[in-house]
């Protein structure tokens, strides 16, 4: 496999490492990892041994991903963002058999400073902002922001935002891809936008 790591880096041997990804600076890898092709990690990032980790995610400096944590294709983490894995922790009291899943899901975004509480799972394009406190789950293509996270709207696959109500039965395109999406009963969904047939 061809992939770049820098020499600074620590990669644990049995560590599985997919084709094109990038390990910068002081980064450490543990042994039980599974990183998929195209992945970037950041100076200083720290991955566990029971950690998943996509196709082409982005994990900017600073950030742990601890054990149980998985994160699917296309997520992006930002700097010096934060996943924990024990609801409860105590230095005391030894509980790691006690580690809860976290599941982040295809394509969404977590800000940079942002702590994702454990036990969670944030949904497919989500995108969580800067400095936020997520603590329960989050629907696909939801904006979250503030402590504890609240949802303030909802965000396009590309990335902008969607003009949405939080509730209601309604339609919105992105202006970037003229995808359409639909909100019902409380969820999004995209849908491809068909060209106009010609005349």
């Known amino acids: 496999m061809a992939y770049t790591i820098h020499p600074s880096a620590i990669v644990d041997e049995g560590a599985t490492i ?12 543990c042994s039980g990892a599974v990183i998929g092709a195209g992945v970037s990690l950041g100076q200083g990032v720290f991955v566990g041994n029971k950690v998943r980790i996509g196709d082409k995610c982005k994990v900017q400096n600073n950030v742990s991903i601890y054990d149980n944590v998985a994160l699917e294709t296309g997520v992006f983490c930002g700097p010096s963002m934060v996943f924990t894995n024990v609801y409860n922790p105590r230095a005391l009291v030894e509980r790691k058999d006690e580690y809860r899943d976290t599941l982040v899901r295809e394509g969404a975004s977590l800000g940079a400073n942002c702590t994702i ?19 329960k789950n989050v629907p696909d293509f939801a904006l979250m922001a503030g402590v504890p996270a609240r949802q303030i709207g909802w965000m396009s696959a590309y990335g902008d935002k969607l003009d949405l109500p939080l509730q209601g039965e309604c339609e919105a395109h992105c202006a970037a891809t003229n995808d359409l999406y639909r909100l019902s009963g409380g969820v999004v969904t ?4 068909k060209a106009d047939s010609a005349s």
Not at 20 to 29: D, E, K, L, N, Q
Not at 117 to 135: K, L, R, T
Not at 190 to 193: A, D, F, K, L, S
Request: with cysteine.
């Open 117 to 135: 509480v454990c036990g969670i799972s944030i949904g497919a394009y989500a995108f969580v902002a800067a400095g936020a406190v997520v603590n």
């Open 18 to 29: 997919g084709d094109g990804s990038r390990i910068w600076h002081f980064v450490h890898v």
């Open 190 to 193: 995209r849908h491809q936008r």
